[in-house]
């Protein structure tokens, strides 16, 4: 017989799954002041990492490979946003061009007229047709499509002008703001304390010094790291009513691609809300094709 967590967690899942099919349907918001833990079974499990990385013809941080993605499943997106010579916020995870479009040099050394020449190339070297989006438009279409996006700010860009830009259009129901210490935190709840923040929680200490902070568990989510952490520590977070994220990207993806797909499903039962992944279309089968099973 299964025990009450695991069945727990199956209903969880089965609840994922439903909301899944509803909001292909409907297009139903995920409203941020929502997103939390009480609340888990409106939240998608899956967050794109980079907008989506590994499928042929589709470069990440690109706005078309996003579209491509939320054609296919129900997910979050995680976007880096850096920012050009004359200003301009683009996606971008590099502080060099050279990977990821057919131009090289470094971004914050080319105006967005310079950047825009080029094209962006997917992960295995394929040139597309598809150029560097400016951050704005990006927002826009996830605003337009229900979309949430989690914001990693690239070192040399201003937080405050990533929370200005997210204000500006109007977009704190749709942007969560990754922050990677209880500094980043602190500064960014004071300069937007109606912004969901990504909060660095990979232990209990770190988890501990969040909630003796002045910012609300409502407008937390943990990300617990790149590694497994003991269930007691997803309890602890589920306790305070924050939903948990885990980075499969790196070893844990290349753990389930050699060893199997339904690691996914495995890892959402030991306390996990939301797998942050570079094989988002393949988690997502995973966790809601067994369920659906």
């Known amino acids: 017989m299964k025990s009450l967590r695991v069945q727990s967690i199956v209903l969880l899942a089965v609840l994922f799954l439903g909301f899944a099919v509803s909001c292909r349907k409907s297009k139903t918001a995920v409203y941020l002041n ?3 833990y009480t609340n888990a079974e409106n939240i998608p499990a899956i967050s794109a990492h980079r907008g989506g990385k590994g499928i042929f013809g589709y470069p ?10 939320n054609d296919k499943i129900n997910a979050i997106f995680e ?7 004359d200003g301009k916020l683009v996606l971008m995870h590099d502080n060099a061009i050279n990977r990821t479009t057919t131009g090289d040099g470094l971004l914050r050394k080319l105006t967005y007229k310079e950047l825009s020449r080029y094209n962006l190339v997917d992960d295995y ?3 597309t047709d598809f150029k560097v ?3 704005s438009d990006v927002v826009k279409w996830s605003m337009a499509n229900n979309v949430i996006l989690t914001v990693d700010v690239k070192r040399g860009v201003s937080q405050h002008s990533v929370i200005k830009a997210i204000q500006g259009l109007h977009a704190q129901s749709t942007c969560i703001l990754i922050t990677y210490d209880l500094e980043q935190a602190k500064s960014a709840h004071e300069l937007a304390p109606e912004l969901m923040l990504s909060v660095s929680a990979r232990n209990e200490e770190e988890f501990n010094r969040l909630l003796g902070s002045r910012i609300p568990t409502q407008n937390m989510v943990a990300f ?13 977070i589920h306790n305070e009513g924050v939903l948990c994220i885990l980075g499969t990207l790196g070893n844990l993806d290349k753990h389930a691609q050699a060893r199997g797909d339904q690691l996914y499903l495995s890892w959402v039962n030991k306390g ?3 797998l942050a992944t570079d094989r988002p279309i393949e988690a997502y089968n995973a966790i809601y094709n067994t369920i659906e099973k």
């Open 79 to 85: 976007i880096d946003v850096a920012q050009t010579k």
């Open 133 to 135: 989006p400016l951050f």
């Open 224 to 236: 617990t790291g790149t590694r497994l952490s003991p269930t007691e520590h997803y309890k602890s």
């Open 272 to 274: 996990i809300d939301i």
């Open 60 to 69: 990440e941080n690109c706005l078309e490979t996003m579209m491509y993605v």
């Open 125 to 127: 070297g394929t040139v």
């Open 34 to 36: 929502n997103f939390s």
